[in-house]
């Protein structure tokens, strides 16, 4: 049983382009893994969506990625996992891995002032999440989740690395980080790509936390507990399908910078039950 389970995919997905950062971190430690990723680009983005909206979205997905035999979910976008993370894991029999627990719980052994700050998206800065989170995992830290609209459209923009894109992370973040924040946490899919503008804000003496990597440790630690683990050599590594319900093109075109790698092969791909939504958009 468990070496029929080690040779099924990954399922990961996002609401488009973001969630490959976390493939990006699969990649590198876990390189035997064949990697099923779905990007939701026809109703991108997420994090200006309400929560039920994206709910259904996420349901409809898991839903089209457990079809293909998957032998573990990851939420890769941190407004998904905020909405939908329970409702996922009550709704399979695979494991769910969200993006938010494994992130909380690197930051809560990072923390010496106990003091942390989240940052994402609106939805996932009003939800709440963040800080129920916390108390669920009875971890000691004090989490405030705050809103940083507009990073993601310039990170999508790929204007990462302008003056202006400094200018705005600065006057967003300065005032928040109070001298007790230690720890910083990247709560969205898209904030690693922009480490450099956050860390000249941060200066030194905080720490960045990524969700990316900490989702694959956690993926990693599932799968080697559970016996799961593919072990093939890395010279012949996993393979990675890439599903997008928007335009291909634009998708491989971005992607590359999410990745880390040139995407060569992506699909158009369409959700049934959320033909209506797609057709609208
Ligand atoms: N993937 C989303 C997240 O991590 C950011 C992009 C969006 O709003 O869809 O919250």
């Known amino acids: 049983m468990a070496a029929r389970v080690r040779e099924q995919p990954i ?40 929560v039920d909206d994206v709910r259904r979205f996420a349901v409809a997905i898991a839903d089209d990625l457990v079809a293909r035999g998957i032998k573990l979910l990851v939420v890769a976008c941190n407004s998904a996992t905020v909405a939908a993370l329970d409702t996922l894991r009550a709704r399979f029999d695979i494991p769910v891995v969200g993006v938010v627990e494994p992130a909380l719980r690197a930051a809560a052994s ?4 106990r003091r942390v700050l989240v940052i994402g ?46 200018a705005r992370v600065h006057q967003q973040l300065a005032p928040r980080l109070t001298a007790r924040v230690d720890t910083l946490v990247l709560g969205c899919t898209h904030f690693p ?41 890395t010279a012949d590594g996993g393979s990675l399908t890439v599903l997008t319900t928007g335009d291909p093109l634009r998708f491989r075109t971005l992607g590359a910078q999410f990745l880390g790698e040139r995407l060569t092969d992506v699909r158009q791909h369409r959700i049934a039950a959320l033909d209506r939504d797609q057709d609208a958009a």
Do not use: N
């Open 11 to 50: 399922g990961i997905f996002d609401s488009g382009l973001g969630g490959l950062t976390v493939v990006q971190s699969l990649r590198d430690l876990l390189p035997a893994e064949d990697l099923i990723y779905l990007g939701d680009t026809a109703r991108y983005p997420y994090g200006e969506r309400s």
């Open 110 to 113: 990072t923390s010496r002032t």
């Open 121 to 166: 998206t609106r939805l996932t800065a009003a939800s709440g999440a963040y800080g129920h989170a916390v108390a669920r995992l009875g971890l000691e830290i004090d989490a405030e989740t705050y809103a940083c609209p507009g990073f993601v459209e310039l990170v999508e923009e790929g204007r990462a690395d302008d003056a202006e894109t400094y």
């Open 193 to 233: 790509l922009l480490a450099r503008p956050i860390s000249e804000v941060a200066g030194r003496h905080i720490t960045l936390v990524s969700s990316a990597d900490e989702t694959a440790f956690d993926v990693r630690d599932l799968l080697v507990t559970a016996g799961w683990q593919r072990t093939r050599s």
